[in-house]
């Protein structure tokens, strides 16, 4: 019988796997074939490397998961330091909206998104979940960078970027999942988003819902963001916004719930008995002071809590280190207790439960045979990474996402030795400078 030949062995690496007894292996090494991976084992069990097309030495660097940034705005890179420190209302109100009915057109949101693709790429993140407006120029940015990514449609009830007559709103997230539908190559899926209770009403909510349940995609909100949010739902409806989702018959298992900052125990025992999942993106709600999500709560009720960046004018970077350590931390403050949001729980959030967040935890999430090649190798010779007792700390509280030198999308290497394959970097920059200009 012929040996098996791979397409790529990486070796001498630590090998996080984010399955689901979070098996992590030292001096590790992993093959890919074709567009998958196909083989993990460990060097001290069986030192033989395999006949493969070609290899890596991870150099006792991690290799773990692509990063799943599950809830961003690729376009907003556009608005970087534009507006900050300012409440979320002012800022988005008096800087964001209008910024965007002045700076967003097909062309700036594709040169916009190219420019967070390779900011992410570079920072090891794989597969993106995103919402904006003009979704289609986000996908095409998206696909041109070869990542992975569900792309939404947004949905307001006032004249958006690519929307001018609100009433078309519906049949615009209609038309883009269809048309995203009948892509081939896999790599990206639709989805529809309703910026938040406060900007879409009781039927926009309803009919968009209707509408992601009819074509089977995930629907995906802002929710329970701000203080001053809960008090305008409180006052014209009566009721939080939780409470509020759950009487239009939204809360189901392929609704993304995101930032779930205001909400109480009875909330979350809602939450988890529709199965609904959520998104926690703690350095926006730390810069917009919107408060601090009950994420260990959460997670001890059983709800599936995947880790964003928001979009990059309220953050201001799409850096997923940088957030897994802001997650880390800020329950422990929150909580008066260091032993909560271990390293492993935000290592998992940053991977297989963005996954399943965005529904393809069947497809990536984890390095486990059969399932894609979409995977990130930190070089840990750099000082701040030495030495490694658990890698899972390693990656939250010490590396950042500059210490990334490999990411493979599918069996692609998109990124090698820190530097973009494919993207062209200096012309990304130029066009986006020139948007800004304009
Ligand atoms: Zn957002």
């Known amino acids: 019988m012929k040996p098996e030949t791979f397409d790529w062995v990486i070796h001498n690496a630590w090998i996080v796997t984010a399955d689901k007894d979070f098996t992590v292996i030292e001096n590790g090494a992993l093959a890919v074939a074709g567009d998958r991976l196909a083989r993990i084992w460990s060097l001290d069990d069986d030192p033989q490397l395999p006949p493969g097309r070609q290899r890596l030495d991870a150099a006792g660097g991690i290799v773990l998961p692509g990063l799943v940034n599950a809830h961003t705005h690729l376009p907003m890179t556009l608005f970087r330091g534009l507006a900050d420190d300012l409440p979320l209302m002012t800022w988005l109100e008096e800087h964001m909206f209008p910024a965007e009915a002045r700076y967003i057109n097909p062309d700036s949101v594709y040169w916009a998104s190219l420019l967070a693709c390779a900011e992410l790429l570079l920072s090891g993140t794989t597969t993106i979940g995103d919402a904006y407006f003009l979704a289609r120029h986000v996908a095409a940015a998206v696909a041109e960078a070869g990542m992975r990514a569900v792309v939404a449609q947004g949905v307001i009830d006032f004249p958006a970027p690519g929307v001018p007559d609100p009433a078309e709103k519906i049949g615009h997230a209609r038309a883009f999942v269809n048309h995203v539908a009948g892509r081939a190559d896999g ?17 926009t909510l309803k009919e968009a819902k209707q509408a992601a349940r009819d074509l089977k995609v995930p629907f995906q909100i802002h929710l329970a963001e701000t203080g001053d949010e809960y008090r305008h739902l409180a006052g014209k409806y009566g009721c939080n916004p939780v409470q509020w989702m759950e009487r239009l018959g939204i809360l189901d298992a392929d609704t993304i719930l995101v930032h779930c900052v205001h909400i109480d125990t009875d909330d979350i025992a809602v939450i988890a008995g529709a199965g609904a999942k959520v998104v926690h993106c703690p350095e926006s709600n730390m810069k917009l002071a919107c408060g601090i999500a009950p994420v260990p709560e959460m997670l001890a009720a059983g709800i599936c809590v995947g880790l964003g960046t928001d979009g990059s004018a309220s953050n201001n970077d799409l850096d997923l280190f940088g957030e897994m350590g802001s997650a880390a931390r800020m329950h422990k403050v929150a909580m008066d207790d260091p032993t909560v949001m271990d390293a492993a729980t935000v290592v998992k959030m940053a991977t297989i439960d963005g996954a399943v967040v965005l529904g393809l935890d069947g497809l990536i999430g984890s390095l486990e045979v059969g399932k894609a090649a979409d995977l990130v190798v930190t070089d840990c010779r750099a000082p701040n990474l030495v030495p490694i007792y658990h890698p899972a700390s390693t990656l939250v509280y010490a590396a950042r996402g500059a210490d990334v030198s490999h990411v493979m999308v ?29």
């Open 410 to 438: 599918g069996g692609r290497w998109l990124v090698q030795d820190g530097r973009l394959n494919g993207l062209d970097l200096e012309r990304i920059v130029a066009r986006v400078k020139e948007a800004v200009r304009a």
């Open 187 to 203: 790599l990206i899926r639709p989805s529809i988003f309703c910026h938040s209770p406060y900007t879409c009403s009781e039927r």
